[in-house]
């Protein structure tokens, strides 16, 4: 027998079907209160009733550990982790496992889990004494406690922690420490035992459901941890509910689908949709387009920086996304055009302006992708209306707040004039990177591909493009014209002049921004920044 499982699930319009096997794995994305759990609640039930073996871990469990419990018999044991009761029969454990609340209950089961694994271990040693008596064991490779292989698994995932399996107790140790109960590891250490010790006792051919897998658990170890746990159990299959875009990214082979509401009436339904597997988008980011129920700006950057609060704020409309460099920006929005099964929302890119030119510009527009008016996100801030903003929110006076807006003009225009070379070395640097990237060779032989390589970068005129921003920058100095100076001054270290003239430390000053941010009290800032920002439009 192998585990083979389907169900229709009711949407808005016509039911999708979900299908899966043993050692495949599904992964449900949705942010809070899309009825991921209703959904999980609904699979376990609809299965459950077709005959599948189902074993579903809640999101909401306790992590309460007491390790010196008594265990009963296996079957005690496993049908009490399983089913919640010693009487329960197949098909009760919404009654007695869930308390007939499955979607909120509180699963308080580790004493059941920890019973479990006792009881099978005290089995596997009794057997294993028996043979050697009887001269039947195998001494060379005795069999494994499951408590054995959580072990070797939990090890492999902390390895600087040590689990003691004394009998009926449990133990840890830190490399160069004392050993200390069961009941004092860590939430994390706790969590991962308790999800190791779920699969490793599910009956065989079971699907395991999984609500929030990446919960109390540390990013860096949580791929590693269900790639242990997925080929410990390739007899089961795994279905995972989870908001995380990173946790989801991490099942490579997994179907994955996304949630974005849920409804009771007039009859029971999800909106749902698989997200379609892309080269060319990053699996978190197609996620996140598919799941959301707003347009998506990508954005530059890793998320979590100043100028994420920023976009959110000023763009609230969409859903912000960092994807990393320009290039990725603009990439992904192009590939985003390109996939017609992925525009139920619009997408579009914001760009710093790095200097770019009219024509580039303009350019980037028609693809959906829009430029700062600055060089660099951070060069926002000195701007003038917003400057003034700040230093209003920071208790300034009008005459206060324009000597320190005519000191940051004059400090940039003598750094920008002293440092004009280096800048414009860096702007014709990023115009020749572009130009060398959009260079495609369709030579079929190895002469004609190094003369058509060699006729393609002579087209590259590195002197104009040096000359041409070198023009531009030197005019903007001699005309006093700071916007034009800042579009080109590509220097993140001028919000620190920012800071030093409001009397603040750059890192006080950012965290300071963040709040008046997010605060609905203050709309000054927010007012100011939209004015420079671009109107971003979506497509779909």
């Avoid at 902390?158 to 004092?184: F, I, M, Q």
């Avoid at 702007?427 to 390589?453: C, N, V």
């Avoid at 590509?490 to 409001?502: M, P, S």
Wanted: aromatic share 8%; charged share 25%; with cysteine.
């Amino acid at each position: 027998m192998t585990l083979k499982a389907s169900t229709p699930v009711p949407t808005f319009t016509d039911p999708i079907s979900l299908d899966i096997g043993a050692g495949e794995s599904i992964v449900l994305i949705g942010a809070n209160g899309a009825g991921k759990t209703r959904l999980g609640v609904f699979l376990d039930n609809n299965l459950t009733r077709s005959g599948t073996q189902v074993h579903r871990v809640a999101a909401h469990r306790s992590l309460s550990l007491n390790p010196k419990v008594t265990p009963p018999s296996f079957e005690i044991a496993t049908k009490r982790l399983r089913l919640g009761n010693d009487n329960a029969r197949e098909g009760q454990k919404n009654t007695f496992r869930f308390g007939s609340k499955p979607e909120t209950v509180l699963l308080n089961d580790f004493d059941h889990l920890l019973g479990a694994l006792y009881a099978e271990n005290n089995d596997v040693s009794i057997r294993f004494r028996q043979s050697f008596i009887d001269g039947k064991a195998n001494t060379d490779a005795p069999t494994l406690a499951k408590i054995d292989t959580l072990q070797a698994i939990w090890e492999r995932v902390l390895p600087h922690r040590k689990l003691v399996v004394l009998g009926n107790n449990l133990k840890a140790k830190a490399a160069g420490a004392d050993e200390y109960s069961a009941s004092d590891m860590s939430d994390g250490e706790r969590v991962i035992f308790y999800l190791i010790g779920q699969a490793l006792l599910a009956q065989q051919h079971t699907l395991l459901i999984f609500d929030e897998p990446e919960l109390h658990i540390n990013k860096s170890i949580l791929a590693k941890l269900w790639d242990e746990i997925e080929a410990a159990r390739p007899d089961c299959a795994f279905l995972y509910i989870t908001h995380d875009v990173e946790f989801a990214r991490s099942r490579h082979a997994a179907k994955k689908y996304a949630l974005r509401s849920y409804r009771k009436t007039p009859s029971e339904g999800w909106d749902i949709e698989t997200i379609p597997d892309s080269e060319s988008i990053p699996d978190d980011v197609v996620a996140t387009i598919i799941g959301s129920r707003q347009p998506v700006l990508l954005v530059e950057g890793d998320g979590g920086s100043l100028d994420y609060s920023l976009y959110r704020r000023v763009y609230s409309t969409f859903t912000v996304l960092p994807v990393g460099s320009s290039e990725q920006v603009i990439h992904t929005v192009k590939s985003f055009a390109a996939r017609k099964d992925l525009h139920r929302v619009g997408c579009v890119g914001l760009v710093d302006a790095d200097g770019r030119t009219d024509e580039e510009r303009a350019k980037l527009n028609t693809m959906g992708v829009f430029c700062l008016p600055v060089s660099e996100v951070e060069n926002l801030l000195l701007l003038p209306d917003v400057f003034s903003a700040l230093a209003e929110a920071l208790s300034f006076s009008a005459d206060e707040t324009a000597q320190k807006m005519a000191n940051l003009r004059s400090h940039v225009f003598t750094q920008a004039n002293e440092q004009i070379e280096s800048i414009c070395i860096r702007q014709a640097k990023r115009q020749i990177d572009t130009a060398m990237k959009k260079i495609g060779l369709e030579s079929k032989d190895a002469a004609s591909l190094s003369a058509e390589f060699k006729s393609a970068v002579n087209g590259i005129d590195t002197m104009t493009a040096f000359d041409t921003a070198k023009s531009e920058l030197t005019k903007a100095i001699e005309d006093k014209d700071y916007e034009a100076v800042l579009y080109h001054y590509d220097n993140k270290g001028l919000l620190a002049e920012v800071a030093k003239e409001l009397g603040y430390q750059k890192k006080t000053l950012e965290e300071f921004i963040g709040r008046a941010l997010r605060s609905d009290e203050d709309h000054h800032i927010h007012s100011a920044l939209t004015k420079y920002l671009p109107a971003v439009t979506a497509t779909q």
